[in-house]
């Protein structure tokens, strides 16, 4: 879950046609929150492996079963208890054109949406089989639950020091200074200006929510913050709100009613599960397509400046995994 208060300059700039306008921009900000969960999950996934020592210290054993912990909760979005809950993901995706999906007038989820989404399960299912993970419906949710409780007595009595180490590996993995970010071991996740649901399942979502990140503006500047149930959702929701941090350079741009209305649309807390199955893919192109010698946060807030139509047009081409996605990265300017 994402969780912001931030409000931008008010622009001065008026746009030809309003309803055109908000539809790009609120395409651009779905596309923005793709990246988004992308990097969430590959940190969710990965993120334990960088501070491995610092675990292992704390408690032997520990980075394994994070190791396992982390695959099994990613999987559940495919197979696991959110499938009764939101639906078959193969009927979504395979229906995006459907004028009932949400993404149906996002191109770069219409014409690839299934695609990415199919290529993260493949992924999942083969890494769950490496891990030891068990990638059969019903029997799945059995060994999440088991993992569930196995990372709760194992952080108990640890929580501070585990949530500092989760602090660092952020700081390793994306440049920012450890002062910026603050996480927290709690089942008290709720944070910030959450925006509110517009639908029941939206409703139910927030009521099911394990963990949020997001940013807020504290003494000036923007702080990183991040609430989850355990060490494997804290690293997984401090990303979420670093990319964010980076990613609100794609919208000071806007005056206070567009930006509203943008976020309004685009960041409803049902979307995430269905970014969450499609980013995970997504940004492994993404990753893929970046120049030698570019640095990730640097070229991701040079993005985020896009303008909605050369951001579909860059994004296209990274998920056609075409070689052009990594010569128009390359030329991204301060301008651009």
């Known amino acids: ?38 990097a969430a999950m590959h940190s969710f996934l990965t993120g334990h492996h960088i501070v491995s020592r610092e675990l292992e210290a704390e408690r032997k ?31 979504f995706w395979k229906n995006v054109d459907s004028p009932k999906n949400p993404f149906h ?16 399960k493949r992924f999942l299912i083969k890494r769950a089989w490496s891990k030891w993970v068990i990638a059969i419906p019903v029997i799945h949710y059995v060994q999440l639950m088991y993992y569930f409780l196995r990372t709760y007595f194992l952080e108990r009595s640890r929580r501070e020091r585990l949530t500092r180490i989760a602090e660092e590996a952020n700081s390793q993995m994306w440049g920012i200074d450890v002062d910026r970010l603050e996480g927290s071991l709690t089942m008290a996740v709720a944070f910030g200006n959450l925006q509110e649901p ?60 567009l930006y509203h209305l943008v976020t309004s649309e685009a960041d409803q807390l049902e979307y995430e599960t269905w970014m969450l199955q499609a980013g995970s893919e997504m940004w492994r192109r993404f990753l893929a397509s970046i120049p030698e010698g570019r640095e990730l946060p640097d070229l991701l807030m040079r993005i985020a400046r896009l ?7 860059l994004m296209i081409a990274v998920a056609q995994q075409s070689p052009e996605a990594t010569e128009m990265m390359k030329h991204l300017s301060d301008e651009d």
């Open 1 to 38: 879950m994402v969780s912001s208060d931030y409000s931008p300059a008010e622009s001065t700039e008026e746009e030809p046609s309003r309803e055109d306008e908000i539809l790009r921009e609120t395409n651009k900000r779905m596309t923005l929150n793709l990246l988004i969960q992308g």
């Open 61 to 91: 054993g520990i980075t394994k079963v994070y190791d396992r912990f982390s695959v099994a909760l990613a999987l559940n979005y495919f197979i696991g208890d959110m499938v009764p809950l939101y639906g078959r993901p193969s009927r």
């Open 105 to 120: 007038q996002h191109r770069l989820f219409s014409e690839y949406g299934c695609e990415l989404w199919k290529g993260s």
């Open 198 to 257: 517009r639908t029941q399942l939206g409703r139910m979502t927030r009521q099911g929510a394990i963990g949020y990140g997001g940013v807020e503006r504290r003494y000036g500047r923007f702080q990183v913050v991040a609430k989850a149930w355990n060490w494997c959702l804290v690293l997984h929701e401090l990303t979420k709100g670093t990319v964010e941090l980076i990613c609100l350079h794609g919208l000071n741009h806007l005056d206070d009613e």
């Open 307 to 313: 303008d909605p139509d050369h951001l579909e047009e």
